[in-house]
């Protein structure tokens, strides 16, 4: 892989190289040598984020590489710098690899194009979040053992969410069937993928995987009645109930509780919520490693004696 910018660019044997790889890291069956000389990776995030951000860093450290946090408010952004120019600065004093959060659409791709090292898209406005995508799909491999012939709704704010948008790619590659369920006026008919009501979701799908309501990104804050909203499109206590014995709850959090699920469902039996923040260590390793051992910048990953 050249970069990490969109699950449309990657393949089913990638995708599912990648989710070996993933495990491998979570299982201790393989690891990557720490480097002898520093690697340096830029965590370069211009839109909040705290899982994110975070599971970079503490994957970065678990790989050797050397992380360098980025605060634009407290950086030459604020004097004007663009992305571009801020990315190669980074590039320039010795960064071997960025991580960039930006929330405009394509903009981490138009970076990507430029650069001379690889660039991970860790989320571009409603555009992509691959990674996001690979550690959701590791975690619906954790339970099925596979994709193929598998029921999975994203419901909520689709048409905000690239949330949704990375995973309806990887999914419908990887041989899922993908539905959408939300509320009208959130829905993207540029994705073509069919829409079901909630109710038929919760009884027929393997994976309910719920969106966060992305009130950033509306064109005005629209004032809605939330307990309306989680009775009408949310998965309520009543809903969960209904759902196959062996379906799975999963959201890409914050979660707004109350709203796109009812607060006692977060942590219920069901819900992989918390675990899918675990496995987004594990996912960004195997992506952070992938693309340092296909830049040649560093290769050294090797079954280790637990294999
Ligand atoms: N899921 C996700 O991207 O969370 P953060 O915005 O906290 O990184």
């Avoid at 995030?45 to 407290?74: H, N, W, Y």
Wanted: include cysteine; proline fraction near 4%.
């Amino acid at each position: 892989m050249k970069h990490f910018l969109s699950m449309k660019d990657v393949s089913e044997y990638e995708i599912q190289q990648l989710v070996k790889r993933t495990e491998d890291m979570m299982l201790g069956r393989k690891e990557m040598v720490h480097p002898t000389t520093p690697v340096f990776v830029a965590n370069l995030f211009f839109e909040p984020s705290t899982r994110t951000k975070m599971s970079f860093t503490i994957a970065e450290q678990r790989l050797g590489l050397k992380p360098l946090d980025f605060q634009p408010e407290v950086s030459s952004v604020q004097k004007g710098e663009t992305v571009y120019d801020t990315a190669k600065t980074l590039e320039a004093i010795g960064a071997s690899l960025l991580v960039i959060r930006h929330p405009e659409d394509h903009v981490v791709q138009q970076v990507a194009s430029k650069m001379s090292i690889p660039v991970i898209n860790a989320g571009d406005g409603t555009g992509e979040h691959p990674t996001q995508s690979l550690l959701d799909l590791v975690t619906i491999y954790q339970e099925f053992r596979r994709f193929h012939g598998l029921k999975v709704a994203i419901v909520g704010d689709v048409k905000h969410s690239r949330v949704a948008r990375s995973n309806a790619y990887a999914l419908s590659t990887l041989g899922a069937k993908v539905y959408f369920s939300s509320k009208p006026e959130w829905q993207d008919q540029t994705l073509d993928f069919p829409y079901l009501d909630i109710d038929e979701v919760v009884e027929t799908c393997d994976v309910v995987m719920l969106l966060r309501i992305q009130h950033e990104r509306h064109d005005q804050r629209q004032s809605f009645e939330q307990t309306e909203y989680l009775l009408n499109y949310g998965l309520t206590v009543e809903r969960e109930k209904r759902m196959k014995p062996h379906a799975i709850i999963l959201h890409p959090a914050p979660v707004n509780r109350g709203v796109e699920i009812d607060d006692c469902l977060v942590e219920c039996e069901r819900s992989r919520i918390f675990k899918q923040m675990t496995n987004g260590v594990y996912a960004r390793m195997a992506v952070m490693s992938n693309l340092l051992e296909d830049w040649g910048i560093h290769n050294e990953y090797q079954a280790s004696e637990r294999e």
